[in-house]
């Protein structure tokens, strides 16, 4: 099923609401990752690469069997490809400006350290953490928000999508402000804000593409976020799960979030 760009951009509108509610979901469950953390003494880290192997799945499939497609039978091939990659481009500049060390692409797993660090190195570590997955949650919440706005169920499989690679990150924050802090609510709070910049990324869409939105800009955009998907997938996702040694389980995880996009397409 192709999504149906010539529907009236009054149901475009009608949108609006639960778009901004999945973004608002899928940001704030970085604070899950950071509930984990304390919850579950030592997570599985099998699971881990499970649910992160899902996410790409889920992700690629809808990228290249739905969004692109539309895309450019709506534009056309020139214009549907320049925006796909320019999606690309955009995120990669975004993730290049991110500081190397602090990237959360660069994120080196769960384990405490076996010889903690300085108390302000911790506290400088797992801010700077937050910042830069702030930096590259706002994108995906254009992406969740763009998606929502074009139909509903769509932008849902994508919000879970992004949710469960969101909460790794907020354990990727949480832990060092933990040990640097002792503080259980200050290293859950930072993972809460960091989460917040997708509903951010939610509201600039929401100003910038809305007034000019037709048919034909919806369509390029969700190339555009094709794209975004497609690098977060390859460039974050599928090494971070593979770092871990469960080859087998992450391609486990992306063929079967590649079947459940496929089978709730067809049937829904």
């Known amino acids: 099923m192709v999504i149906g760009y010539s529907e009236p951009l009054m149901t475009v509108s009608e949108n609006i609401v639960p778009a901004v509610v999945l973004t608002i979901l899928a940001g704030l469950s970085t604070g899950i990752g950071s509930a984990i953390a304390y919850l579950i003494r030592k997570p599985k880290i099998a699971y881990l690469c499970f649910s992160l192997g899902l996410s790409a799945g889920v992700m690629i499939y809808v990228s290249f069997m739905e969004l692109l497609p539309g895309a450019l039978q709506r534009v056309g091939k020139f214009w549907g490809i320049t925006a796909f990659f320019l999606g690309i481009v955009v ?14 692409h660069n994120y080196r797993g769960l384990d405490a350290p076996t010889a903690v660090p300085q108390n302000n190195d911790l506290m400088r570590t797992g801010i700077m953490t937050a910042l830069a997955i702030g930096i590259h949650n706002l994108p995906e919440g254009v992406v969740t ?12 499989f994508i919000a879970i999508a992004i ?11 949480s832990v ?24 951010a990324g939610a509201v600039i869409a929401y100003l910038v593409l809305l007034p000019f939105l037709t048919p034909a800009v919806l369509a390029a955009t969700l190339a555009f ?44």
């Not at 949710?163 to 924050?173: F, S, T, Y």
């Not at 971070?240 to 496929?262: E, K, N, T």
Request: charged share 10%; hydrophobic share 55%.
């Open 145 to 156: 928000f763009a998606s929502a706005l074009s139909d509903v169920r769509l932008g849902l």
């Open 225 to 268: 976020v094709a794209g975004v998907m497609i690098y977060i997938s390859l460039d974050e996702l599928l090494p971070m799960a593979h770092r871990y040694g469960y080859g087998h389980v992450v391609i486990w995880g992306v063929v079967l979030g590649m079947l459940i996009m496929a089978v709730s397409l067809v049937l829904l």
């Open 176 to 199: 060092p402000i933990f040990y640097a802090t002792s503080n259980r609510n200050k290293a859950f709070l930072y993972s809460f804000l960091s989460g917040l910049s997708e509903p």
């Open 91 to 104: 995120i990669g500049l975004i993730d290049i400006l991110t500081p190397g060390a602090k990237n959360p």
């Open 163 to 173: 949710a469960l690679h969101n909460i790794p990150e907020g354990i990727a924050v």
